[in-house]
């Protein structure tokens, strides 16, 4: 057993007082950094610019409004974040909004306008033996009432939501063949519900991963014939705009789209279809999309290209999709590395560093001219 000395205890005493003041500093420094502050409001030459966040799994709060607020510092109104059903909604209806909460309120406090994506089936709505993605059709109402629940505590603060998640992939929609019309049947299922909770929620549907024809193991669904799936099936009375991934792979943001072509204008054939069944009014929001820069992925271009092209997609949308509301490139930051190429979408590290990309846009959005030797999107 250890016994003090006099001086020793004299010491300790001193030193306790000491770090128990340090304590309390570094907690209040904490709270303070976390601190919503005065609400703050986004200045760029471009209200459509947007980016995909990652908050679902930060859990400290300080780096929840350092995100944000790099956000706001490069000139993007607008975040789409993704709010998983199974953690808001445990047990039937047992809800904990507080994570939630945290990232929602800090979004507006920085002056961004939200959007939710709202998926990922809880354990107790799933079929035995299945994940998270598989969603039985006999449990849509649960989940209806889990969006209408959503959007009646969100209201005043969020007023768009993304109906899951790329359901035109089998990894999406429960390792099954994608069912356009059976995701109809979903959109039916929750849009009245959500009306009636919010009526000025905008309800969003889609988010079709940009693929080509079906593949012969059924793991994925055209776009653009799921999208003609969707309405054939009457999906048309049951949302409210169109939410679009598009990704840029090698191709710079003005190469034409075809049928046969996977590049960010493929949002215009989407558009078409959009029009050919009289959806003229309804307008397209890009929830995902951009490039990525990895020095080996054969889809990847330069750092700086990325960085371009980033600038150009903006700059695409605003100046000649006018049924286009928003442009929310993938993705601003992981709260954490994954060791593969999906780090080169970032536009920031995890330790917040701002990359190439993040640099340009800033610029950009804060008026100042390309350097000499960069080009604009060419029509």
């Keep these: 057993m250890h016994f003090l000395t006099r001086d020793s205890h004299f010491r300790t005493c001193l030193l306790l007082p000491i ?7 570094t907690t209040g420094l904490s709270q303070s950094l976390a601190s919503l502050g005065p609400p703050q409001r986004v200045i760029t030459v471009n209200p459509k610019m947007g980016v995909h966040t990652r908050l679902t799994d930060e859990v400290e709060p300080w780096k929840i409004k350092h995100t ?9 109104p607008w975040v789409v974040e993704y709010f998983p059903w199974a953690y808001y909604e445990p047990s039937p209806g047992r809800f904990d909004w507080s994570h939630a909460d945290l990232v929602v309120d800090h979004a507006n406090a920085q002056g961004l306008t939200v959007i939710a994506r709202l998926g990922f089936v809880p354990t107790w709505a799933r079929v ?15 989940f209806a009432d889990f969006v209408a629940a959503f959007v009646e505590h969100f209201e005043g603060r969020i ?51 940009p693929t080509l024809s079906q593949t012969a193991e059924q793991q994925s ?21 169109l939410a679009v991934h598009a990704y840029g ?24 279809i959009m029009v050919e069944h009289g959806d003229v009014a309804k307008e397209i929001y890009i929830t995902e999309g951009g490039w990525n820069d990895h ?31 928003a442009v929310c490139l993938w993705a601003f930051r992981y709260p954490r590395p994954t060791h593969t190429y999906q780090d080169y979408f970032t ?33």
């Design 19 to 25: 770090a128990l003041a340090l304590i309390l500093l």
């Design 128 to 142: 035995p033996d299945t994940d998270w993605s598989y969603l039985e059709e006999s449990n849509y109402g649960a």
């Design 295 to 325: 020095p080996r992925w054969t889809k990847a271009v330069h750092p700086f290209q990325r960085a371009l092209y980033s600038v150009q997609a903006y700059q695409w949308a605003q100046e000649r999709w006018p049924w286009c509301q």
């Design 159 to 209: 007023s768009h939501i993304i109906i899951w998640n790329e359901p035109n992939l089998s990894l999406e929609w429960g390792f099954r063949s994608p069912d356009p019309a059976s995701y109809a049947r979903l959109l039916a299922s929750v849009y009245a519900p959500a009306k009636e909770a919010n009526p000025q929620v905008q309800l969003l549907a889609g988010a079709l991963a």
């Design 249 to 272: 792979w090698h191709f710079p943001p003005g190469d034409p789209p075809a049928p046969d072509r996977i590049n960010f204008r493929r949002t215009e054939l989407l558009r078409e």
């Design 68 to 76: 944000l607020q790099m956000v706001r510092e490069m000139g993007a």
């Design 347 to 379: 536009f920031v590290t995890e330790d917040f560093r701002p990359k190439p990309a993040y640099d340009l846009v800033r610029s950009y959005s804060q008026g100042k001219p390309f350097q000499e030797g960069e080009e604009r999107a060419s029509p």
């Design 221 to 241: 669904m055209g776009d653009l014939d799921y999208l003609r799936g969707m309405y054939e099936a009457g999906a048309g009375k049951y949302f409210d705009a």
